[in-house]
């Protein structure tokens, strides 16, 4: 409920989109670095199978990053919801191992 944020919101510049990164916890699979290719892959299975469960206010498409179409990627690069591989902090970090394999982006229908 938008009503009950207090603050320094100012009315006449709304927030229009929001990116959230999100950690997660799912038995019997690992998490980033030490999560493994097929660990991924399942999750990327599950999640896949969810977001197709979505309530109608929530439902949308899962753009997986392995096949993607080059048009589609683009686009997503361009609307500024998909970035490239090569983020230094990942890479040190472990989390781009396999990349893109069981990866990608979900959208609502409202973006």
Do not use: C
């Not at 990164?21 to 999750?43: A, C, M, N, W, Y």
Request: proline share 5%.
């Amino acid at each position: 409920d938008s009503s009950k944020i207090k603050g320094n919101i100012v009315p006449d510049a709304p927030v229009h989109s929001t990116r959230i990164r999100v950690g997660r916890s799912i038995d019997g699979f690992g998490l980033s670095p030490g999560i493994t290719k097929e660990q991924r892959v399942g999750v990327e299975k599950l999640m896949t199978t969810a977001v197709k469960n979505f309530p109608e206010d929530l439902s949308g498409n899962y753009y997986p990053l392995t096949g993607m179409d080059e048009k589609v990627r683009q686009q997503l690069v361009d609307d500024h919801f998909l970035f490239m591989s090569g983020d230094r902090n990942l890479q040190v970090a472990g989390m781009e191992r396999d990349w893109p394999e069981g990866r990608g982006i979900f959208h609502n229908d409202k973006k």
